[in-house]
């Protein structure tokens, strides 16, 4: 299969939503990009609607339930920060950066989910020290490119603040930026957070989200001028995107501490799960419920029961509950024995103690308890599409795809690069590709 380009950059800005599109057209690195590309603002993300499933589906073009990548993070009750999926080897199948190492091109990825350990040229992965006895440091240094990310950290270690944001996407700009000109490589995955986080705190639409835009969008400025620098901007092509929108919520659900009452979770007397017998998982707006032991049919009668109570009173927050059958059919984790999707204006917690429904307070969002707004929803919600620019070589300009899903990127990127993903849930947008 012959190459349409010689550079692929692939740019996500987390939390990108279509909503996002009239404030980018009036900052001038994004309007420049928007001019000459190809894109669609009508993109369908996957279920659930979380940046760890999200970001494995660009990069293979298939769906959790087939990716294995179903949340965020790992099914491990009473834990306080759970461990992420942040390694590849939970990944099932292949994905971009293993078919582009394979076919000799070097390939890179800064803050990039679910690559810690991945064979990558250069490889700076998104994984955070959630242990008290964790440093930063090297807890990023052992799951990367070791020598790579210790020189990015010499040059440009004083931007950074932890984990905080905007420090830490200035500090991830300073590195692609760099690696750009000095690598040149042929795949680059850049992940952005800025964006989701200022909304987590502050709300979808608040003057801290448009900051970040207006941040992000500088932040394409020297992304784009790097390429330039670097001489190879007639042989490179360049992907935007968003993994998925978010909403504001007011209410936080915590079905655990029903699941409590009713002794399907037991606690000891400081307030640590000593057994489960059911577990409700956030996806945030949306989560899974799983059974510890599928043969207890009590347990699962006990949960449909309680379920169809609180389906029928809507101040339960719960709008919709699937089968895990139904869950899989959605892409979703069909292991679950249920999975729920919240209303407008709740999300769920893992949390285990106070009342069931909560109002979310200043105090809360400050002490990072809850959030103003979320992700994670089913992708039918109403204004939650995100979006998807490209430009450069093999892209024709100007196309407007009137609709996709995000399961199509990766096949798209793929065909670019002159790579095959195998049998994928996506299919490669044709009509943008200059063959």
Not at 56 to 84: A, E, M, Y
Request: proline share 4%.
């Amino acid at each position: 299969m012959s190459r349409l380009t010689d550079h692929l950059i692939i740019i996500s800005f987390d939390c990108l939503s279509a909503l996002d599109v009239p404030q980018m057209q009036e900052l001038p690195n994004f309007k420049a990009f928007i001019d000459k590309s190809s894109f669609c603002t009508d993109v369908e993300t996957i279920y659930p609607s979380v940046t760890y499933p999200c970001h494995t589906t660009i990069v293979t073009g298939n769906l959790p339930n087939k990716h294995c990548i179903v949340n965020n993070t790992l099914i491990q009750p009473g834990r306080i920060s759970p461990d992420w999926f942040w390694e590849r080897k939970h990944i099932k199948g292949t994905t971009l950066y293993d078919e582009a190492k394979d076919a000799g091109l070097k390939t890179a990825a800064i803050l990039w989910p679910v690559t810690a350990k991945a064979e990558i040229d250069y490889n700076m992965p998104e994984i955070f020290a959630n242990r008290p006895w964790h440093h930063q440091v090297p807890v990023s240094l052992l799951n990367g490119s070791f020598f790579f990310q210790i020189n990015m950290q010499l040059k440009f270690g004083h931007i950074r603040k932890g984990t905080e944001q905007p420090h830490l996407d200035d500090f991830a700009l300073e590195a692609a930026v760099h690696t750009i000109k000095t690598k040149k490589p042929g795949l680059m995955l850049l992940h952005l957070v800025d964006l989701d986080h200022q909304r987590h705190l502050h709300g979808f639409s608040s003057a801290e989200a448009s900051e970040a835009i207006r941040r992000h969008d500088a932040r394409l400025g020297r992304i784009m001028a790097a390429i330039e620098e670097a001489g190879i901007s007639g042989q490179s092509t360049v992907a935007i995107l968003g993994d998925h929108s978010a909403l504001d919520e007011s209410k936080v659900i915590k079905l655990n501490v029903l699941f409590i009452k009713r002794g399907l979770i037991k606690m000891d007397k400081s307030g640590k799960i000593v057994g489960w017998k059911a577990f409700c998982k956030s996806c945030d707006g949306s989560a899974y419920i799983y059974v510890k032991d599928a043969a207890d049919d009590s347990v699962k009668n006990e949960v449909t029961s309680m379920l169809a109570e609180l389906l029928r009173d809507p101040e339960s927050g719960i709008e919709q509950a699937f089968t895990g059958q139904e869950a899989n059919a959605l892409g979703a984790d069909g292991h679950a024995f249920r999975m729920l999707e919240a209303r407008h204006g709740y999300y769920f917690s893992e949390g285990l103690s106070g009342d069931y429904i909560e109002e979310i307070t200043s105090e809360d969002v400050i002490r990072k308890k809850y959030t103003r707004a979320c992700h994670g929803y089913s992708p039918e919600k109403e204004d939650y599409k995100t979006v998807f620019f490209i430009s450069g070589k093999g892209i024709r300009p100007g196309i407007t795809v009137r609709s996709m899903h995000l399961v199509d990127e990766g096949p798209t990127f793929a065909r670019l690069l002159g790579l095959n993903l195998g049998h994928t849930d996506g299919r490669v947008i044709d009509g943008i590709l200059d063959e």
